[in-house]
Nanobody
Framework: QVQLVESGGGLVQPGGSLRLSCTAS????????MAWYRQAPGKQRELVAR???????NYAEFVWGRFTISRDNAENTVYLQMNILKPEDTAVYYC?????????WGQGTQVTVSS
């Protein structure tokens, strides 16, 4: 079974950038559809971006033009490049993997955007 470990979160000023990584242990990473979600305090978890096993991407409207999701199947890793960060992007970011049978989550990484 795949286990997911996120990294790359931290504190950044408004307008700054961060790159999140999610590395999967186990086998068959390439058959999973991958996604990033986020959850801010007092709010529901929401989809940020996803990338299918074939590389098709979808983004939430609130990150269009600022965030980019990508994957490296050779490294078992999915990335989220976040640019032009805003205070409202502050949240715990979670990596998600689905393959039609399994629905797996990482433990999350905190992103704080503040001056």
């Amino acid at each position: 079974q795949v286990q997911l470990v996120e990294s790359g979160g931290g504190l950044v000023q408004p307008g700054g950038s961060l790159r999140l990584s999610c590395t999967a242990s186990g086998r068959a990473f390439s058959v999973y559809d991958m996604a990033w979600y986020r959850q801010a305090p007092g709010k529901q978890r929401e989809l940020v971006a996803r990338i299918s096993r074939t590389g098709r991407t979808n983004y939430a409207e609130f990150v269009w033009g600022r965030f980019t999701i990508s994957r490296d199947n050779a490294e078992n890793t999915v990335y989220l490049q976040m640019n032009i960060l805003k205070p409202e992007d502050t949240a715990v970011y979670y990596c998600n993997a689905k393959n039609g049978v399994l629905d797996l989550w990482g433990q999350g990484t905190q992103v704080t955007v503040s001056s």
